[in-house]
Structure formats: structure tokens, C-alpha cells
């Protein structure tokens, strides 16, 4: 059975935590920031996925233009 859209960003999110904090425990901190960017990116896709909105919706509504 393939994975939502929903649940793949859930993944990603908890993977990419695993990441940062493997970074921080190897003092990598641009490394970790990067990761954590990543993440709360991904947290965010997933919320807007919670709720039925899209990105282009969000960033429409917020006055942005997409890249």
C-alpha cells in the first residue's frame, strides 16, 4: 500500500530530526541548522496537508508569490 502524501511528510519530518540531532552530538552546527530548516519546513507541508490547504493557497493568502 503506498503512503499519503501526509504520512510520507511525517516520515521525512521524523527522519530529518534524526539527522540534526546526529549533527548536533557531532558538533556540526550549520549542518544541524540546515536539517532543522529542513524540518520545519516538512512540519509545515504536513500541517497544511492537516488542514486542506496547499502551499500556493498559504503563500496566496500571506501576500508571497511561489519560487
Known amino acids: 500500500m503506498?503512503?499519503?502524501r501526509k504520512?510520507?511528510?511525517e516520515y521525512i519530518a521524523s527522519?530529518?530530526?534524526?539527522?540534526a540531532d546526529l549533527a548536533k552530538d557531532q558538533k556540526?552546527?550549520?549542518?544541524?541548522y540546515l536539517i532543522e530548516m529542513a524540518f520545519i519546513e516538512v512540519s509545515d507541508l504536513?500541517?497544511?496537508q492537516v488542514s486542506g490547504k496547499s502551499?500556493?493557497?498559504s503563500?496566496?493568502?500571506n501576500g508571497s508569490e511561489p519560487h
Not at 556540526?28 to 544541524?32: D, E, G, H
Open 46 to 48: 504536513a500541517k497544511q
Open 15 to 19: 527522519l530529518l530530526q534524526e539527522l
Open 55 to 57: 502551499k500556493t493557497q
Open 28 to 32: 556540526l552546527p550549520f549542518l544541524s
Open 7 to 9: 504520512e510520507s511528510l
Open 2 to 4: 503506498k503512503a499519503t
Open 59 to 61: 503563500n496566496h493568502l
